[in-house]
């Protein structure tokens, strides 16, 4: 029975903000740098030109010119988000209509990784009274 072939994935941020994922076997090298082994830190055309590439041993695989970052996914990695909502709502006084801004905000540690993560749920960001509000509008 053959040994079952150990695998690693990378999350690549690309140019024009899309974002790839690869699995490629473990035993593979990535390396990234130049375009042009040994160009120096000038660039082309006002471009720094960086490829990103991977080698079973001494064969060339790939080469992905439209990479920008990378990172392994074997740990995690949290970012602090805020998301905000306001509205605008109406109060009566005896001094006439008023309008009272309300904002809600709610700030929260979520994995990029983790589709789930990527929205903040509705109900956290709920302003009550759309035409009267309260003193505990929320």
Known sequence: MAARETTKTYILELKGGNI????IPE??????????????KGSHNGEHRVALRLYDGTNLRSVMTDVVSFRDTSF??????TETKKQ???RESPQGSKDVVVEARVTEWVNPDNEA????????LRIKGTVEAKEDAF
């Open 27 to 40: 035993k593979w090298k990535l390396t990234y740098g130049n375009v042009v082994p040994y160009q120096g």
């Open 76 to 81: 995690t990695i949290m970012e602090r988000r």
């Open 20 to 23: 790839r994922k690869i699995t």
């Open 88 to 90: 605008t709502l109406k």
């Open 117 to 124: 993560d990527q929205e903040t749920p509705p109900e956290f």
